[in-house]
RNA sequence: GCGGGCGUCGCCAAGUGGUUAAGGCAGCGGCUUGUGGCGCCGCCAUUCGGGGGUUCGAGUCCCCUCGCUCGCCCCA
């Protein structure tokens, strides 16, 4: 086949999907006004040493998933493969954190240079929060109640919220030693995957699927019990809080998250109904990464939401057809079809949705395209009407005959049906 | 990066080595030159993702390649 391709994993969204994503941006954008967060947009391409940094070098998406190239300038530039890092960058840039806590939201496409299957491709979409200068307990509560009531309302069900601590930075190194020295000591017994991961990624190895690593583990170190006090008290509040709203949860020690940045709180709402790549929505604390970005130390909670998950999910229960114009104006000779690109802008101009024939066709070719517009009416003109300004207007779906009239009765006769 | 499945018209789809590649939907034209939904008629793949090979002969067999898809890995 000589004729063009999108690129793999790239994926075009078709007028008769767009609905149901408009939907659910204006979903999301409502719960974000109520929860009075605001909107931050940030460049799809930032350096490379923006998510080398941010994320984290030893992490999949940083080493092996990114999509980076030399610019003409000879700057090493990257497709952004999450969204936090570049919010994180953009609050420091402009000084945003110097004029106290910020609440925003994003979205956009994503990039992952990775070979795609259901519910994951190279370009995606996300939507997040990031609660920035926020420490307490009581705002990972409240981020993971944003994301939770979001879903709810759009009507997903089947939904479980997957909760973990990660502890503090200080609890992940000791309990990293441990876990490193326990590793080690069973090194020969360990999956290829995870031997590789002792010294680069050592908690991802507890997230191993492999059924021997995972009957090993049950051995190992565990992160519950490297925790300090305070960790833990920390831990509890937010399961409190959690309960205090209704929200259900299940613990999950082995929830570790991919990310470097992450300490303390972390989670995944994830759905049996989407085959391998369960997670619709992921994040957690990361009370590091403003610092490690240069900025001022600033304790940030966040998450981002897979839109494409997402819609998958909405979209296993029935989808509406797509709504057709309000009107369909139907014309023939040379001055009604004049009229008629004027009577459609007039209509337009009232608001209301309005196809034209594109002329030319036989008469009941224009009719039957009406039809299929899926319009309630017709407004046709002809040489008689054209000559005396006036339209004839046909109900398209029910029995009511023929009406003519003026522009303005139409208008009239549309707005109160 | 590694496995499995698949690739015939815009969509669905028959066809399993033998002359001209069914059919349905959509589209276009007509029956009906100012009236649609039903019906009828006609048109719509020199070609089976692409390239080689086997054969007298290939959409049908073999090899390579590209793409789609599901899974591993990872994550949204």
Redo the contacts with the bound molecule.
Sequence with gaps: ??SL???????DLLPEHTPLWQQVEATARDHFRRAAVREIRTPLLEVTELFARGIGEA???VG??MYTFLDRGERSCTLRP?GTASVVRAAIQHGLLSQGPQRLWYGGP?F?Y?????????Q???IGLELLGFADARSDVEAIAIAWDLLADLGVEGLALELNTLGSPDDRARYREQLVAWLEAHRDQLDP??QA?IHTNPL?VL????PDTQALLAEAPSLADALSAESQERFAQVQAGLTALAIPFVRNPRL????DYYSHTAF??TSSQL?????????GRYDGLVQQLGGAATPAIG????????VLLLSQGAVAPPPGPDLYV?S??TL?EAQALLLARHCRRAGLAVERDAGG?????Q??????SGAPF?A???????EAEMV?L????GERP?ERLTWEQLLQRLAAA
């Design positions: 086949m000589a391709q999108s690129l793999r994993g790239m994926v992490t999949d998406v092996k998933e999450e994503m992952r990775e070979r795609p299957q259901a519910g994951r491709q190279r995606f979409h996300q995957d995870s991961r991802r997230d191993s699927k492999h570790v998250r991919g990310l995944e709402i085959g391998a790549q369960a997670t619709v929505c992921g994040g998450w981002a939401l897979g839109m494409e998950r997402l139907v023939r000779g009604a066709a036989a008469f009941a070719k009719f039957k395209r009406a039809d299929r017709a046709v003109i002809g040489d008689a009407e054209a004839l046909k109900d398209l779906r023929d």
